[in-house]
């Protein structure tokens, strides 16, 4: 009769032993794998630490690359209430003085009434134009009406077509009745609307719609500039002034409004505040990844990699090289009251980068953002070797996960090799263990039958 149970024969825990023995022989590998796998999961955490912290900075560049970000201008007005101002870099500093006349329109006609705006109009068709296309060519749309279009039929399907010149319908209903009005999506007298009705049957559309009420008449926007006469098509008058916008809110002949353009140093000031602080913040998230506390003996998941020391290195170097200012002139970026501290990281020199801002502008928007060549783009180009796809940091990140590959596949291995190791022990003790059972088994029997020999004398 077979065993039915490890150790029944011996008396040995044959399932402990076996355990025992193989975790003496397999945990401390296990252990080393764990260590290694925290070890590149760490890495590739820092990895992603790092790629983060250069791409935020990066970002900074883009503005510093944008020559207006230095060429801004700003426009107050003395009075809000008759109009606002806005300027763009073209703008000429000075003072401008404006009267708002009379403002721009948009045209609105409407329908004649009818008796019941649930009841059908007629069948035929309506051709609505407004305004003109950039080469001069009339805007406008033919509508199919059925002969089950009721008023607000006619209005839903002006406003949801797709060849809508320009026109938004609404149903008003006056003392003598319901009408349909057509108001210019655009004011002044270049988008004036006009109605063709045409009848399929009956008279209905053109009883409707064929001489329409002018409402409210197209009109633009007048005003004076410096005393010049200025017509708009729009409220919003663009040109008049070079690079100003003017968004026309009320109309007063006896009232003037000064708009003044200036130089916008903010703009600027922002940009390379921003830049700095940037910087400052790479810098600390570096020194996290890299650094040792000597009294913890704890050190950073990239202390002593030469990958962030090269980072900063190469943005150090280009960062303290000089910089075509135009004119043949030369210049560096401390010059501008931005410099390294002892730490390694910029400070501003408030002093001088005002007066940077105040009167050398032009110097400071050609070191930082001349095309190819300016302080933001090297850096730029300088970064993009580690961030880009395919980049430094990517090809370290790819070899880190084919490091965890290779720990995985050797964790599969050490698996079979301990289902291997176990079995062939379970094995082996299994055969002592019915050995030991069977010699048991012999032993008691010749015990017994020496028990039974005749004149044995069975001692107490």
Same mark, same amino acid.
């Given at each position: 009769m077979g065993l039915t149970a490890a150790g029944i024969g011996s008396g040995l825990d044959i399932n402990g032993i076996v355990s025992a023995l193989v975790d003496a022989s397999f945990v401390p590998r296990q252990v080393t794998l764990d260590k290694r796998e925290a070890t590149v999961q760490t890495e590739i955490s820092a990895i992603g630490t790092l790629k983060s912290a250069m791409s935020e900075f990066q970002d900074k560049l883009e503005k510093l690359q944008d020559l207006e970000t230095f060429d801004k201008r700003k426009a107050s007005t003395n009075l809000s209430d008759y109009l606002s101002a806005s300027a763009s870099s073209t703008a000429t500093p000075g003072t401008y003085n404006v009267v708002v006349k009379s403002l721009a329109e948009s045209h609105k006609v409407g329908s004649a009434t009818v008796s019941d705006p649930d009841a059908p109009i007629g069948e035929g068709s309506l051709t609505i134009t407004a305004g003109v296309d950039d080469d001069? @060519?009339? %805007?406008?749309?033919?509508? *199919? /009406?059925?002969?089950?279009?009721?008023?607000?039929?006619?209005?839903?399907?002006?406003? #949801? #077509?797709?060849? &809508?010149?320009?026109?938004?319908?609404?149903?008003?209903?006056?003392? @003598?009745?319901? +009408?349909?009005?057509?108001?210019? $999506?655009?004011?002044?007298?270049? &988008?004036?609307?006009?109605?063709?009705?045409?009848?399929?049957?009956?008279?209905?559309?053109?009883?409707? =719609?064929?001489?329409?009420?002018?409402? /409210?008449?197209?009109? @633009?926007?007048?005003?004076?500039i410096d005393g010049l006469d200025v017509t708009s098509q729009s409220n919003e008058v663009k040109g008049a002034i070079q690079g100003v916008t003017l968004n026309l809110k009320d109309a007063d002949l006896s009232k003037t409004t000064k708009v003044t353009v200036t130089k916008d140093a903010s703009g600027a000031k922002g940009a390379v505040e921003e830049f700095v602080e940037a910087y400052n913040k790479l810098q600390e998230s570096i020194g996290a990844l890299t650094a040792y506390d000597p009294e913890t003996e704890a050190a950073g998941p990239l202390q002593g990699d030469s990958l962030p020391r090269s980072i900063t290195s190469q943005m150090r170097n280009v960062m303290s090289s000089s910089f075509d200012l135009g004119n043949g002139e030369k210049g560096a970026l401390s010059q501008f009251g931005v410099s390294f501290d002892r730490y390694g990281k910029l400070e501003i020199d408030d002093d001088k980068f005002k007066e940077a801002l105040e009167n050398d502008m032009s110097s400071l928007a050609q070191l930082f953002a001349a095309?190819?060549?300016?302080? *933001?783009?090297?850096?730029? #180009?300088?970064?993009? /070797?580690?961030?880009?796809?395919?980049?430094?940091?990517?090809? +370290?990140?790819?070899? %880190?996960?084919?490091?965890?590959?290779?720990?995985?596949? $050797? !964790?599969?291995?050490?698996? !079979?090799?301990?289902?291997?190791?176990?079995? !062939?022990? =379970?094995?082996? =003790? @299994? *055969?002592?263990?019915? /050995?030991?059972?069977?010699?048991?088994?012999?032993? *008691?029997?010749?015990?017994?039958r020496l028990s039974s020999l005749p004149g044995l004398v069975k001692t107490k």
């Open positions: 001069g @060519n009339p %805007l406008s749309m033919t509508l *199919a /009406v059925e002969a089950d279009d009721t008023l607000a039929d006619i209005a839903a399907k002006i406003n #949801s #077509s797709e060849d &809508n010149p320009g026109v938004t319908a609404t149903i008003i209903t006056g003392d @003598n009745g319901p +009408r349909l009005v057509m108001s210019s $999506d655009k004011t002044g007298t270049d &988008n004036q609307i006009s109605v063709t009705a045409t009848d399929t049957t009956g008279t209905g559309l053109t009883d409707t =719609f064929g001489a329409m009420e002018e409402l /409210v008449a197209a009109a @633009n926007a007048t005003l004076t095309e190819d060549t300016g302080l *933001a783009y090297r850096l730029d #180009s300088t970064i993009d /070797v580690y961030t880009q796809t395919g980049g430094l940091l990517s090809s +370290r990140d790819d070899t %880190l996960k084919s490091q965890l590959d290779r720990i995985e596949s $050797d !964790r599969e291995q050490l698996g !079979r090799q301990m289902a291997a190791y176990e079995a !062939r022990l =379970f094995k082996q =003790f @299994n *055969a002592m263990d019915a /050995v030991v059972y069977q010699l048991n088994s012999q032993a *008691a029997m010749l015990t017994d």
